[in-house]
């Protein structure tokens, strides 16, 4: 009763301010405001209209109508770029042009695009700028041509956003799409596409039950399978020599997952890791608060792994070795938080510390179940509350409480 009383006071209101519009429409225009009526456009706003024109035809599938505001040189590159997106799921794509500058009969805007991928990634809530779309900036220089203006020209903006460029942007791309994920590859990779959508169904299946548990379903998940020129490129590129996969939070609610083929081609247990265990970020990461919290890396790459190695139990991974070698050594630890390995430390140190921060997760599940392990992962990772305040709402108990006992219950299985 309330939304039908307010509908009707909105619509009185409306109907009131159209009988005031009518009242002054009425009155004579003077040939003043006759004049700037008929004004002609300036060429910005003409530029700026062809680009909204653009946005448009992309969000309505108009291929046609998208490349009519492209020169004839950069046909290509936008149609790949139209393709791309509409195999994204694109819901926005707005052009957010600044001041232009005018060389010789053209202009150059500096511009930024405010994008969505899905439904997900951008629900509507305002708020900070981690909040809301995404966005990326471009250098477009637009020229006339036949009584409209064109793309004739595009450079990247000057942002130093690391996740930049998105693999849409420039260069042709693949895609698979199956029931629960879309795979997308640059040509090259295109191969890749029907041997791994099978795994990857089956490991969304996976995080689909875990997603469940902290309230933060997926209507599709994005994959990226990457050669190595496109691992060193999309998202500003995978710099760690050992990873094999990526989880790239784009907002508040979008997530994008790139693969490194190389590494997984033809490691087919590995493959499902990865896939289980970087859906697994998409899936305990969306709804964050914070881009990045590198104190809270240990349960979010430990979540990952508990997800990522599910069924298995953290002892019985391949990690199990670089575990006992970190719990033998001179420094044992006395937390189940792990410490964090240095630039300098080997790559068995980075390889205990996700093994260590698996068995933190596999401990607290096995004491308190998964329910109350991804209320405790929620309140940390997306929620941004301390370790004590998560553990007393989670688990009834003093996150010392925690530490304590699954530092004991981790040197049991372990040593």
């Given amino acids: 009763m309330r939304?039908?009383?307010?509908?009707?006071?909105?619509?009185?209101?409306?109907?009131?301010?159209?009988?005031?519009?009518?009242?002054?429409?009425?009155?004579?225009?003077?040939?003043?405001?006759?004049?700037?009526?008929?004004?002609?456009?300036?060429?910005?706003?003409?530029?700026?209209?062809?680009?909204?024109?653009?946005?448009?035809?992309?969000?309505?599938?108009?291929?046609?109508g998208w490349l009519a505001a492209v020169d004839a040189p950069l046909q290509k590159r936008y149609r790949s770029m139209f393709r791309s997106l509409r195999a994204l799921d694109v819901t926005r794509f707005d052009y957010l042009p600044g001041v232009e500058q005018k060389v010789k009969n053209q202009l150059s805007v500096r511009t930024e695009i405010s994008y969505c991928l899905g439904p997900d990634m951008c629900p509507g809530a305002a708020g900070s700028q981690w909040q809301q779309p995404p966005r990326i900036e471009q250098r477009l220089t637009l020229r006339p041509l036949g009584g409209r203006y064109v793309i004739s020209a595009v450079a990247p903006g000057p942002s130093d956003d690391p996740r930049r460029p998105a693999p849409w942007e420039n260069g042709e791309l693949v895609a698979l799409r199956g029931t629960r994920v879309t795979l997308v590859a640059a040509p090259a990779q295109r191969r890749q596409l029907a041997r791994v959508l099978p795994v990857a169904e089956a490991a969304a299946r996976v995080d689909d039950r875990f997603a469940a548990l902290i309230g933060t379903s997926q209507s599709r998940y994005r994959i990226y399978l990457a050669g190595e020129a496109q691992w060193r490129q999309w998202y500003g590129g995978g710099q760690d020599d050992w990873a094999i996969g990526l989880a790239i939070p784009l907002n508040m609610h979008g997530i994008d997952v790139m693969l490194?083929?190389?590494?997984?081609?033809?490691?087919?247990?590995?493959?499902?890791?990865?896939?289980?265990?970087?859906?697994?970020?998409?899936?305990?990461?969306?709804?964050?608060?914070?881009?990045?919290?590198?104190?809270?890396?240990?349960?979010?790459?430990?979540?990952?792994?508990?997800?990522?190695?599910?069924?298995?139990?953290?002892?019985?991974?391949?990690?199990?070795?670089?575990?006992?070698?970190?719990?033998?050594?001179?420094?044992?630890?006395?937390?189940?938080?792990?410490?964090?390995?240095?630039?300098?430390?080997?790559?068995?140190?980075?390889?205990?510390?996700?093994g260590l921060s698996h068995l933190a997760a596999d401990c607290m599940a096995r004491k308190y179940g998964d329910e109350k392990l991804f209320t405790f992962v929620r309140l940390v990772l997306t929620q941004d509350n301390e370790y004590d305040q998560a553990a007393r709402e989670a688990y009834g108990v003093p996150f010392a409480t925690v530490d304590r006992a699954c530092v004991q219950w981790i040197r049991q299985r372990m040593l």
């Fill in 3 to 64: 939304r039908a009383t307010t509908v009707y006071l909105a619509l009185v209101t409306v109907g009131t301010l159209l009988l005031a519009a009518a009242v002054v429409v009425s009155r004579p225009a003077t040939p003043t405001a006759m004049a700037a009526r008929s004004k002609p456009a300036t060429a910005y706003e003409q530029a700026v209209a062809a680009l909204k024109a653009q946005s448009e035809a992309l969000l309505s599938g108009d291929e046609t």
């Fill in 260 to 354: 490194r083929m190389k590494a997984l081609a033809d490691n087919p247990v590995m493959l499902r890791v990865a896939l289980q265990h970087e859906l697994g970020h998409v899936v305990t990461l969306s709804g964050a608060y914070r881009a990045d919290a590198a104190e809270d890396t240990w349960l979010s790459e430990g979540i990952a792994e508990y997800i990522g190695w599910s069924p298995m139990s953290a002892s019985e991974t391949l990690r199990r070795h670089s575990v006992r070698w970190a719990l033998n050594g001179k420094a044992r630890p006395n937390s189940m938080v792990p410490s964090q390995p240095g630039p300098d430390a080997p790559a068995r140190a980075g390889d205990a510390f996700y």
